[in-house]
């Protein structure tokens, strides 16, 4: 069945570079979507990637996407304290009509940027 | 533009009762999902509308139900309460063109005693 993997957790130093990495299973998936959720808060759109492209840049984000793998990876340049929330990768299922509202999310990845 | 609108922000019920959540979405926004979040299943699709039908759902027992308006407001609802249906419901729009950005609310929280 569909699935979508990621770590957990992840700290870095202010500063840094955040790698965020997401496995997933369904070959099909047309996007694979990254959104970032604080405390209280609903999910907030960083970035997506369309399937037959391999990466995508937005300012400080990286979108890798390693297609055969089923890898994907979201990579914050520059990380802040305030980059410090739950990171979530989705991929997209194709439903009928050529819908793509229905995701497939991982768990989350918790960022912890410290100063 | 104003974003996705969901309301009410916070609702406490109690087991047996009933629910109508309400969600706005983004202008010229034809498709509405809704998912679940909860700490220990995480994300979850519960079903999308496109011009006021039903066009995908999710693995939900048919105490979740929901409409489309033909302004392409979307409500939920959830009948007969369980204690396991206290969550974080999000709502997301898009275009429903298979293009596809989707934006989600702040979500209602409910809390089911």
């Known amino acids: 069945g569909e699935d979508v993997e990621q770590s957990l957790f992840l700290s870095v130093r202010e500063g840094d570079s955040s790698v965020i990495n997401c496995t997933y299973t369904d070959s099909s998936s047309t996007y694979l979507y990254w959104y970032k959720q604080e405390p209280g808060a609903g999910l907030q759109l960083l970035t997506y990637i369309f399937s037959n492209m391999d990466m995508k840049q937005d300012q400080r984000l990286t979108v890798l996407l390693n297609k055969k793998d089923k890898h994907l990876s979201l990579r914050i340049a520059d990380t802040q304290t305030g980059d410090s929330a739950i990171y979530f990768c989705a991929e997209s299922q194709e439903g009928y009509g050529g819908s793509q509202g229905n995701l497939i999310f991982g768990k989350g990845t918790k960022l912890s940027v410290k100063p | ?113």
């Not at chain 2, 302004?71 to 007969?80: D, F, G, L, Q």
Request: charged letters at 15%; hydrophobic letters at 30%.
């Open chain 2, 1 to 113: 533009k104003a974003g996705v609108t969901q309301t009410p922000r916070y609702l406490i019920k109690t087991r047996g009762q009933q629910v109508t959540l309400s969600c706005s979405p983004i202008s010229g926004h034809r498709s509405v999902s809704w998912y679940q979040q909860t700490p220990g299943q995480g994300l979850q699709f519960l079903f999308e509308y496109f011009s006021e039908t039903q066009r995908n759902k999710g693995n939900f027992p048919g105490r979740f139900s929901g409409r489309q308006f033909s302004n392409s407001r979307s409500e939920m609802n959830v009948s007969t309460l369980e204690l396991g249906d206290s969550a974080l419901y999000l709502c997301a729009s898009s275009l429903g063109q298979g293009n596809e950005k989707l934006l989600f609310g702040s979500g209602t929280q409910l809390s089911v005693l």
